[in-house]
Each structure stands twice: as C-alpha cells, then as structure tokens.
C-alpha cells in the first residue's frame, strides 16, 4: 500500500505563530523595509508619497506611508495582505513575490494595518495583521476594525482623496536599543537621525523616479517627515567621463527558455575629488564604499558598492577608486540574476561575470 493511500490528504500548513514570528528576521532593515513599502505605492501609480515617522510622549512609535495611487477595494486589499498575493498583473511591478508589504512590515513592528479605498465616494477597506493576534488565536487571522475619524484624518493628510495608508504599531523594531526615557531628548535624536538616513536611501534608490527630467521612470515626489526627498544621481554625470561605447553597453542574456534578454552597463570614471569644487565634491560623495556597482531592476536601485564578488576589483589599481558601474535590467532577467525577496542583491552568472571583468 503506498504512503498516498495510507495519508490522503497531505496539506500541511505552517504552524501560524512560529512562522508569520519567523518571517520578522528575512534581513531587513528599517530602510529595505521602507523601500518595500514605498515599493508598492509606485507600482499602483501613485504620484505623491509621503512617509512619517512619529515618536509619542509615553515613548510608543508609529510609521505611516500615504499615497495618492490606485487604492483597492476589499477583495484587493484581502488578497495584498496575504503572504504570498497572487502576482501582479503588470509583471514589471516593483513588487516581486507577494511577500513585500507583510515581511517588511513585520520587521520593524508587530501590528501593521492597510486602509485603501479606489476613488473619493468609495467605502474605505481596512485590515491589520497583529502578531500577538495571531500567537493568541494559533491562527492565520486578520483583525478588520472599522474605520475612525482618526484614520480617516490621517488618510486625508497623508494620501488625499484616495489611495493606500500603511500603518506601522508596536514598533518593537524600529529603533537598535532601547532608552531610558522612553520618549526623551535621546529617543527623539535617534528618530531624527533615522528620518535622515531614511531620506538619504530614498534618494538614491528612486533617483530615477524622483528627477522629473530623467524620462526612464515614472515621475513621484517622496517626503518624509515634511521634507520632500531631492534625487542623488551617483554617477555624477555633469562631470564624469563614460568609458564604453554603445555597443560594449548591451549585454546579451541568453535564459533557460532559449529567449535572449538585454541588460545594459555603463561605466562611470568620476573625476577626482582635487579637480572639483566644494559644491561638487558634494555631488560627486568620493568613498571607496560609494565606488562599484549600481544595480537597477526597473530603474529602482537594488545594490549598490562593492564588486558583487568579482575577484580582485577594487584592489587592481588606483583609477578604480574613481569607477562606478551602471548596471540595467528588467524583470524579464529576475530569474537569470537570482534577484531576492528584498530586492537587495543579484548574483552574476559566470560567464557573464567574465565578459563583464574583460570589458
């Protein structure tokens, strides 16, 4: 008798609290995250973005992501927060695995609730995922609460009319340590600093997006806490000198199907840092850390510095201290470049790693 005859029915579902508490450590952190977030909001068109980060009296914090995009009726939004969502139907979305919105979310806190609604008349839909919710009920349970003038004032402030509204609570995660005062001079700082950097990361991965005279992506202004987020274009090209003619730029990918894709590699030399203003040294940003690859996937940065493992680079001679590396491709490659869930890192295959150190 096989075990199939013995064993019917073999679905096993995960174990709910261990895992959707598993799913907290994928390796954000609090930027990656963020990013997800704002992910989700250009891939549903949304052309004003604004992020806020509040610290409370008692010490408890909060994040809110407004946009002014498509927004989603309920069967939308149920679908959204399941993890794992069905795929989008434009395939070049920023979004990737159905995964995005839930892990990086629950990564920095323990509840984390959507409110959306598609157009000004419309009812708004509203769910929450609450990690202790579900340690209670051993289930995968949402909780849907109705609607408050509080959220129904925050979504005017934050998205308009219509749109998405992602609620961060119980931030356990979102600071590194814990402070004395909860609330105090020193957690405030320490939110502050946050903000800052979170804008500097916006900045440069939704470059593309945020200069409105680069036509490759989509037009969205980003603010985060008031301050509306300006683009830093890393390849500095007011100054710096392209190495490879048109032709070495297209690199030919052949996938498994047989089909050939196209990615592109623009090489970068940026003039040194004793030929250039103080203004300039400011747009320019000389590092050995900020010099190698830019990866953009959909013209969204996904990596960027270092070599991605090609032997030997970086050390070889002083001029690749001055070398930055522009690197294209579209979703069509994910599989080929073993793109990961947080969108963050691609793998060269071999051959192409070789082709790419001889140029």
């Keep these: 008798m096989s075990d199939s005859t013995i064993h019917p029915d073999l679905e096993n579902p995960p174990d709910a609290p261990r895992l959707i508490h598993g799913l907290r450590d994928t390796g954000y952190n609090f930027n990656t995250a963020a990013a997800d977030i704002i992910d989700n909001s250009i891939a549903a068109n949304a052309t004003e973005i604004n992020v806020q980060i509040d610290l409370m009296e008692d010490g408890r914090k909060f994040v809110y992501f407004g946009d002014d995009g498509d927004g989603m009726n309920f069967p939308e939004l149920f679908d959204a927060m399941r993890y794992g969502a069905k795929a989008r139907a434009n395939l070049a979305s920023l979004g990737k695995f159905g995964l995005g919105l839930k892990t990086a979310s629950s990564s920095v806190c323990i509840c984390f609730t959507v409110i959306s609604r598609k157009f000004a008349s419309a009812d708004f839909s509203k769910l929450s995922w609450d990690l202790d919710y579900v340690q209670e009920e051993n289930s995968w349970k949402m909780i ?34 814990d402070y004395a005062v909860a609330g105090g001079s020193q957690e405030k700082s320490a939110i502050k600093r946050l903000s800052g950097k979170l804008v500097e990361h916006v900045s440069l991965v939704y470059h593309r997006f945020l200069d409105f005279e680069d036509s490759r992506a989509p037009n969205v202004t980003i603010s985060v806490n008031g301050e509306v987020v300006q683009g830093w274009d890393p390849f500095f090209p007011a100054r710096s000198e392209q190495i490879l003619n048109p032709k070495q730029q297209l690199l030919e990918c052949e996938l498994q199907d047989g089909s050939v894709e196209t990615a592109q590699l623009k090489a970068w030399i940026l003039p040194h840092s004793k030929d250039c203003t103080k203004e300039e040294q400011g747009l320019a940003k000389h590092s050995n850390k900020s010099q190698g690859f830019y990866v953009f996937r959909e013209n969204r940065l996904i990596h960027h510095g270092g ?6 680079w970086g050390s070889m001679e002083p001029h690749m201290s001055l070398l930055r590396l522009e690197f294209d491709f579209n979703h069509a490659l994910d599989d080929a470049f073993m793109v990961d869930v947080k969108k963050s890192r691609i793998l060269l295959d071999p051959g192409l790693e070789e082709h790419v150190r001889k140029l």
């Design 144 to 177: 849907c609460d109705e609607v408050t003038s509080n959220d129904e004032e925050l979504f005017e402030e934050l998205c308009g009319q219509k749109g998405t509204l992602v609620i961060w609570s119980k931030c356990d995660r979102l600071l590194s340590k």
């Design 307 to 312: 070599w991605l493992g090609i032997h030997g």
